[in-house]
């Protein structure tokens, strides 16, 4: 019992932390026109919002505005300083199968994903980017 409350009261703790930075986290609207896989995922072709979330371990969490109830989180693999010109996803065909490889936040952070399984093997089409609009 002592120790089922300090769990609750640590995560407690560390929600009332947490909530204030996820507010300025940067965020944004997407469309895929087919099926996507985003890890274990699968997101039918739709339009999706997605927040990302940092911390110890950075993750985003998409959203469907047109399925419901299709909502996901994907662990990032690694962060760095956006390179890309415009917010944006980036796809990738392997086996005929679109993966997400990337997401670019403009002038702020690119949020990279594990790579494919097979990485290199049985692609079939290159990347694809599909544009990512800013959110308030």
């Known amino acids: 019992m002592k120790l089922t409350k300090l769990i609750a009261y640590s995560l407690l703790l560390l929600g009332a932390v947490?909530?204030?930075?996820?507010?300025?986290?940067?965020?944004?609207?997407?469309?895929?026109?087919?099926?996507?896989?985003?890890?274990t995922a699968v997101l039918p072709a739709g339009s999706y919002s997605v927040s990302l979330q940092t911390g110890t371990i950075p993750y985003v969490v998409i959203t469907s505005d047109t399925h419901n109830p299709v909502s996901?989180?994907?662990?990032?693999?690694?962060?760095?300083?956006?390179?890309?010109?415009?917010?944006?996803?980036?796809?990738?065909?392997?086996?005929?199968?679109?993966?997400?490889?990337s997401l670019c936040f403009e002038s702020s952070v690119a949020?990279?994903?594990?790579?494919?399984?097979?990485?290199?093997h049985g692609r079939t089409a290159g990347p694809q980017v599909a544009s990512l609009s800013a959110s308030h």
């Open 72 to 101: 996901i989180m994907a662990v990032a693999q690694y962060l760095e300083t956006a390179q890309c010109k415009g917010s944006s996803l980036e796809l990738e065909q392997n086996e005929g199968a679109w993966n997400v490889r």
């Open 18 to 39: 947490s909530l204030p930075a996820a507010a300025q986290q940067p965020a944004g609207k997407f469309t895929v026109a087919h099926e996507t896989h985003w890890g």
């Open 111 to 120: 949020v990279y994903f594990g790579p494919s399984e097979r990485l290199n």
